[in-house]
T-cell receptor, first 112, second 114 residues
Framework: DAGVTQSPTHLIKTRGQQVTLRCSPK?????VSWYQQALGQGPQFIFQ???????QRGNFPDRFSGHQFPNYSSELNVNALLLGDSALYLC???????????FGPGTRLTVT | LAKTTQPISMDSYEGQEVNITCSHN???????ITWYQQFPSQGPRFIIQ???TKVTNEVASLFIPADRKSSTLSLPRVSLSDTAVYYC???????????????FGKGTKLSVIP
């Protein structure tokens, strides 16, 4: 059984560009959360999707948006990239109502 | 949300028992205490969760005193592969639909020395 998968592994973008990151949850999981982890910091919650709707959102600007598809996979979109958006972006999945979340390996985004 | 305080870093020799303490003075009555482990270039991994007293699984033990204002993660006989960042989480929110929103601090960087 494959765990949480994310693509791409690494990405380099220029300031002002837009980026889309992808996540496939663990089999049987219907809830997907996205986290941003800056170097030396703990992961910070961006938002969570359940039943194709954004259910919770952390303290991130509207430049960060997402989507969940009927097969529970999810995308994270970031518009108008800033240098400060450089980070490891983590996707986590879980069954609804469960605390334990399973994280993917992340996508390393570098903005130059 | 309850705030947690952990040591920034710890060193230990292989084969020793490691105890990482987390302070959470403002823990609420219905809050659970959870620990995650993160290796370099990987996502965090759930280790253990508890509410009070002691919880043990195949990886670690979690000790929680009666006042629940602190907790201690105990790793028995650590090896080099236990080198990682360990996060203590308390009081994560749940909107009622979907799952929990996890709140991570900076964690404790454990370095195991041969």
């Amino acid at each position: 059984d494959a765990g949480v998968t994310q693509s791409p592994t690494h990405l380099i973008k220029t300031r002002g560009q837009q980026v889309t990151l992808r996540c496939s949850p663990k089999s049987g999981h219907d809830t997907v959360s996205w986290y941003q982890q800056a170097l030396g910091q703990g992961p910070q919650f961006i938002f969570q999707y359940y039943e194709e709707e954004e259910r919770q959102r952390g303290n991130f600007p509207d430049r960060f948006s997402g989507h969940q598809f009927p097969n529970y996979s999810s995308e994270l979109n970031v518009n108008a990239l800033l240098l400060g958006d450089s980070a490891l972006y983590l996707c986590a999945s879980s069954p609804a109502g469960r605390y334990e979340q399973y994280f993917g390996p992340g996508t390393r985004l570098t903005v130059t | 949300l309850a705030k947690t305080t952990q040591p920034i870093s710890m060193d230990s020799y292989e084969g020793q028992e490691v105890n990482i303490t987390c302070s959470h003075n403002n823990i609420a009555t219905n809050d659970y205490i959870t620990w995650y482990q993160q290796f370099p270039s990987q996502g965090p991994r759930f280790i253990i969760q508890g509410y009070k007293t002691k919880v043990t699984n195949e990886v670690a033990s979690l000790f929680i005193p009666a006042d629940r204002k602190s907790s201690t993660l105990s790793l028995p006989r650590v090896s080099l592969s236990d080198t990682a960042v360990y996060y203590c989480l308390v009081g994560d929110s749940f909107s009622g639909a979907g799952s929990y929103q996890l709140t991570f601090g900076k964690g404790t960087k454990l370095s195991v020395i041969p």
